[in-house]
């Protein structure tokens, strides 16, 4: 007699728990969102329906997600999907999957823009558009200009716009400030690559499936936030802010750079784990 197989999403959720149990972080938690994703279901659904079977189709459909997941792939972009400041965000491998810790840098700078008519906002290196798409939710009637300089990274950006019914962003294509020669902002914004290049941190976890040019900051993993600075004063309104995400242990290094160019109000804010994270700065001439 055939012994009679377990197909119920109760045992699949076990199983799978028990394989990615060997490198992912929430291993059961990651199982449940990707089942959710197969059969189109929250995962309170799963809680409630442990006994229910799954189809054929859907079980290979299942594990394949799961062996995605296996092979150290970030969740993210398995779904397609990352919350951040509260918006469900489109990404995919031409994007960093937003950090919480860049929640600090969204913070920070709402702080420091008013909610005035007329405020122009800029975010450098936009990504999925998260930095962007945050502030002009919170500042409605700024005007916000994104840029990046992967055209795909736009794509995904400017989509997330559409889905998010969010129209004071306007995206463009450049490197750093090369589109808005001779135009002035009240707020620059920015989350610049800024890991060193061929550290054995990009190699691991979910690094590695992120584009590199949105991480590696050059061979001191400064190069990028140092082109930023070096240029960013053309583009501030006098006594506008400049705030930035930076590595742990660059604190020292960004505050140098920022004084040689004369800012002021030089202030670093530290992330939840504790780290400097975010510098902003003023410029007076
Ligand atoms: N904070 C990211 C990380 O280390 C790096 C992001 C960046 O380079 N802007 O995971």
């Not at 990707?34 to 290979?60: C, K, T, W």
Request: proline content about 5%; some cysteine.
């Amino acid at each position: 007699m055939r012994e009679s197989i377990d197909y119920s999403i109760g045992r699949y959720v076990d199983d799978a728990a028990a394989i990615l149990s060997i490198g992912a972080e929430s291993p059961r938690l990651d199982a449940e969102i990707l089942l959710g994703m197969v059969l189109r279901r929250p995962r309170s659904f799963l809680h409630a329906h442990p006994e229910d079977a799954l189809n054929p189709l859907q079980a290979a459909k299942f594990e394949a997600l799961i062996r995605r997941r296996f092979s150290g792939e970030p969740l993210a972009y398995i779904t397609g999907t990352r919350e951040f400041w509260s918006m469900p965000l489109r990404v995919n491998r031409h994007v960093l999957i937003p950090r919480p810790e860049t929640e600090l840098l969204v913070e920070k700078a709402l702080a420091r823009t008013p909610e005035d008519e007329g405020i122009r906002i800029l975010d450098l290196g936009t990504g999925s558009g998260a930095v962007a798409l945050a502030m002009a939710r919170e500042r409605p009637k700024a005007e916000v200009i994104a840029v990046d300089n992967s055209p795909e990274a736009l794509r995904i950006a400017k989509l997330n716009a559409n889905v998010l019914k969010v129209n004071n962003v306007e995206f463009l294509e450049s490197n750093w400030f090369d589109a808005v020669r001779g135009q002035k902002f009240h707020v620059v914004v920015s989350n610049p690559p800024y890991v060193i290049a061929r550290d054995e941190y990009l190699m691991a976890g979910d690094l590695r499936f992120e584009p590199q040019d949105a991480l590696a900051g050059g061979d001191d993993g400064l190069e990028c936030i140092r082109s930023v600075i070096d240029r960013a004063h053309n583009y501030i309104v006098r006594q506008g802010w400049m705030l930035f995400e930076h590595g742990a242990d660059q604190r020292r290094a960004v505050s140098r750079m920022l004084e040689a160019q004369r800012y002021y109000d030089i202030r670093c804010y530290q992330d939840l784990a504790g780290h400097d994270r975010v510098t902003e700065c003023r410029f007076v001439e």
